[in-house]
C-alpha cells in the first residue's frame, strides 16, 4: 500500500477510535467512520480493512508493538526477589505511559472501555493483552508469591482489576479532555499499582464458587 493508502488507513483508525469511544461500537456504522474522515467513499471501511471485526482488530493491535517493547524494557530490570507491587508495575506502567504520550485529546482508553463489552471482540481484546512470553512471565511471577490464593479466585480478581484499570483510565482521559482532572496519569498508573497489589494478596474468606475462570479478561 502507497503512502497516500496508509494515511487514509490512518485517517480512518483515528476516526473509529474517537467515535465508538463516544458512541460505543454499535452505534457507529462504516458510513458514518468515513464521512467522520472527510470523504464520500462510504466503502473506505471494507477496502482498506475488509470488514468491521478486522477494523476492530486493526485498533487493538495498534500501539502493541511500542507498549510491548516498553515492558521488556521493566521486565529485564526486574530483580529475581522483585514483589508483587513490582511485577504489577510492569503490566500497568506501559499501558498508562502510552496514554499520557498521545496527542489530545485522545480517545485510546475510553475507546477499549467501550469495545470490552461487544461479544464478538471480547476475546480479541483479552489476547491482544495476553499473547507474549513476557505476558506468560509476569504470571507466573505474580503466582509465586500468592501461592495461598486459589487460581480462580486470583484469575477473577486479575478481571476486576482489568476492568477497573480501565474504567478508571477512561474517566481520566475524558477529564483530561474537558480540563477537569487532577493529578497526571503518572499518578494514576501507581493508584492502580497500589490497588492491584492489595486486591490480589488480600485474604481470601469464601471460597467464591460463583466465579468463572471464563468470566472476565486479565489485567491490562
Known amino acids: 500500500m502507497g503512502h497516500h493508502g496508509d494515511m487514509a488507513r490512518e485517517a480512518l483508525l483515528d476516526a473509529a477510535e474517537e467515535l465508538f469511544a463516544l458512541h460505543g461500537v454499535d452505534a457507529v456504522s462504516n458510513r458514518k467512520i468515513a464521512e467522520h474522515v472527510g470523504t464520500h467513499n462510504h466503502s473506505a471501511v471494507a477496502y482498506h480493512f475488509g470488514n468491521r471485526d478486522k477494523l476492530i482488530h486493526a485498533l487493538l493491535e495498534r500501539h502493541l508493538q511500542s507498549m510491548e517493547g516498553r515492558r521488556a524494557e521493566l521486565i529485564a530490570d526486574l530483580p529475581a526477589d522483585a514483589d508483587l507491587r513490582s511485577v504489577i508495575a510492569c503490566r500497568i506502567l506501559p499501558w498508562v505511559e502510552q496514554l499520557a504520550e498521545m496527542p489530545q485529546p485522545s480517545w485510546r482508553a475510553r475507546f477499549l472501555y467501550q469495545v470490552r463489552t461487544v461479544p464478538s471482540v471480547s ?25 495461598e490464593i486459589p487460581p480462580t479466585i486470583l484469575r477473577a480478581r486479575a478481571g476486576v482489576l482489568g476492568h477497573m484499570a480501565l474504567g478508571i483510565c477512561a474517566d481520566f482521559e475524558a477529564q483530561l479532555q474537558a480540563g477537569t482532572q ?36 486479565s489485567l491490562i
Not at 128 to 137: A, I, K, T, V
Not at 192 to 214: E, R
Open 123 to 147: 476475546e480479541v481484546l483479552a489476547s491482544s493483552f495476553e499473547s507474549s512470553n513476557d505476558f506468560d512471565d509476569l504470571l507466573l511471577r505474580m503466582r509465586e508469591g500468592l501461592r
Open 182 to 217: 487532577q493529578g497526571s496519569w503518572t499518578s494514576v498508573g501507581y493508584f492502580l499499582i497500589d490497588a492491584g497489589a492489595g486486591m490480589l494478596a488480600a485474604p481470601v474468606t469464601h471460597s467464591g464458587d460463583f466465579l468463572s475462570p471464563q468470566s472476565m479478561p
